[in-house]
């Protein structure tokens, strides 16, 4: 039996054919799951559409998680929409981040306040939002969330600047959340994909030196597939994984584990 049967849940993030957030969902599809997607604003709906009625989904919110509580369209107005048609919700992908492009080059310690403020608010904490408005859906039944992180969260790589500070705290927030919903049977984790080709990954300058250079120095040679986040994904969002929580799981083809290259896998 397909092993998300009967489970239903968010999935926010979703831009393109290209997301992160498209691999998870196609894959939670096949394997059964019901999905309610999210979009940014209008311009996104239109190319999120078709990819819905491709995994059979007909359930979409408008959803900008930089909008204050009582926006229509704020994360707290989604998970109230979301309860008016189901009673409860097995899981969430968090799979969205923003920073101003024009801070992704040149030196991090120039990062303006204006910057940093709006790039953890919709990279790091809409996170906690989203956890705090699942919990009245996940509290009775368990439940599953999940973010995407990167190794610039751990360590820094060229350009990532202020959105590793994000996912820093991202990855912060997993553990304390993990912690307080425990008790619930609700669990936090985050996959952290190697570089991805998408339309956030070519906002930071000098992407495909980076991609190049993570997928020499990887031990398994590539970078990853959305394939294969999705299959981590499902791993995680559902009961195979229910003793992990507050886990980053690296899906980068082992490149986290390796601090001093061979000399032949260098460029
Ligand atoms: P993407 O451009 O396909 O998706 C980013 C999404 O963020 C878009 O759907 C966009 O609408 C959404 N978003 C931005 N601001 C928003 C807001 N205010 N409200 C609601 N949604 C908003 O890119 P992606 O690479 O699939 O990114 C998904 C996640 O994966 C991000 O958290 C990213 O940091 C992370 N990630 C990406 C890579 C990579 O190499 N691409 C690697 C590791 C982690």
Excluded at 194 to 203: D, I, S
Aim: charged letters at 20%; hydrophobic letters at 40%; a negative charge.
């Amino acid at each position: 039996m397909p092993i998300m049967k009967g489970k239903k849940g968010i999935v926010m993030g979703v831009a393109n054919e290209r997301s992160i957030a498209w691999g998870i969902a196609k894959t939670l599809a096949k394997q059964g799951a019901e999905i309610a997607f999210t979009y940014q604003n209008e311009g996104f709906k239109k190319r999120l559409l078709p990819l819905m009625e491709s995994v059979e989904s007909n359930i979409c919110y408008e959803c900008d998680v930089s909008k204050d509580t009582n926006d229509t369209n704020s994360i707290e107005s989604l998970f109230n929409k979301i309860a008016e048609s189901w009673d409860n919700l097995d899981f969430v992908v968090h799979a969205l981040a923003y920073s101003d492009k024009e801070e992704l080059k040149g030196k991090y310690v120039n990062c303006s306040r204006e910057n940093f403020l709006n790039s953890l608010d919709i990279s790091a904490f809409s996170f906690t939002r989203a956890a705090k408005s699942a919990f009245p859906l996940m509290s009775a039944n368990g439940g599953s969330l999940l973010t995407l992180s990167y190794l610039g969260a751990e360590r820094t790589t060229p350009n990532y600047n202020v959105m590793g500070v994000a996912k820093s705290a991202l990855e912060a927030s997993i553990k304390y959340l993990a912690m307080d919903l425990g008790k619930n049977n609700i669990r936090v984790n985050a996959i952290s994909a190697g570089p991805v080709k998408t339309l956030a990954g070519a906002a930071i300058s000098g992407a495909r030196h980076v991609y190049r250079y993570s997928e020499s120095v990887a031990p398994l040679k590539f970078n990853p597939e959305l394939e294969e986040i999705g299959n981590s994904s499902l791993y995680l969002l559902s009961d195979m994984s229910s003793g992990v929580t507050g886990n980053i799981h690296h899906v980068d083809g082992g490149l986290h584990s390796v601090a001093i290259p061979k000399s032949e896998d260098l460029e």
